[in-house]
């Protein structure tokens, strides 16, 4: 099997750190507290979303992303069973929004760096941010991929475009060939 994988929220359980730093951002632009689970709700959606329903200039972007970076580097662990997954499968790329330095920097911390074959984030390799579905048919055409795991719809809509099966992870709420919130035996059941 050769997957495409989303990284925050997919790989990583990074939620806990993106709703700290969000959690910043909002005071400081606020100067008051914001509610953590409707914020998750909206940063599941995607950050772009979540700044603009909560009024917040994208002048704060560069704070966010700077915090989120400080955040993931203590707080941010695989999700149990992933490497198991990422060890079964043939071929494991990624497309993130993150910055491939940070994404090679939390793989390597975890000894998961060595089961990818390719990283691609936009902002570094020219691509357009999901959901657009360039990189997701420049992987498939070079990979010939059966599958993508994302935890957001935007990570699952190119995939589809692209011909990829999909996998919803921990979000009943999107579109997806399959669902699962937990890397466990029952998804390489599914998957193979």
């Known amino acids: 099997m050769n997957i495409l994988w ?3 929220g997919t790989i990583f359980d990074t939620y806990p750190a993106i709703v700290n730093s969000f959690a910043a951002v909002h005071e400081a ?3 008051k507290p914001v509610d953590r689970e409707e914020a998750l709700r909206w940063l599941k959606k995607n950050s772009k979303l979540a700044f603009a329903h909560y009024g917040i200039s994208d002048d704060f972007r560069p ?3 700077e915090l989120d970076h400080k955040e993931a580097e203590v707080s941010c662990f695989p999700f149990d069973g992933v490497k198991d997954v ?3 499968a043939n071929v494991n790329v990624i497309v993130t929004h993150r910055k491939k330095a940070s994404t090679i920097e939390l793989l390597t911390k975890f000894g ?3 089961y990818f074959d390719e990283i691609i984030s936009p902002e570094d390799d020219g691509f357009p941010r999901k959901p657009d579905a360039g990189a997701y048919k420049y ?3 070079k990979y010939n991929l059966d599958w993508a795991v994302g935890d957001r719809s935007l990570d699952l809509i190119p995939a589809r475009e692209a011909g990829m099966k999909t996998v919803a992870f921990q979000n009943p709420d999107i579109e997806a060939d399959v669902y699962f919130d937990s890397y466990d035996h029952t998804f390489y059941q599914k998957v193979r």
Do not use: K, P, S, Y
């Open 6 to 8: 989303d990284l925050d």
């Open 29 to 31: 632009a606020h100067g």
């Open 63 to 65: 704070m966010f992303a």
């Open 86 to 88: 990422l060890a079964a």
């Open 112 to 114: 998961l760096i060595d």
């Open 139 to 141: 992987l498939h055409e």
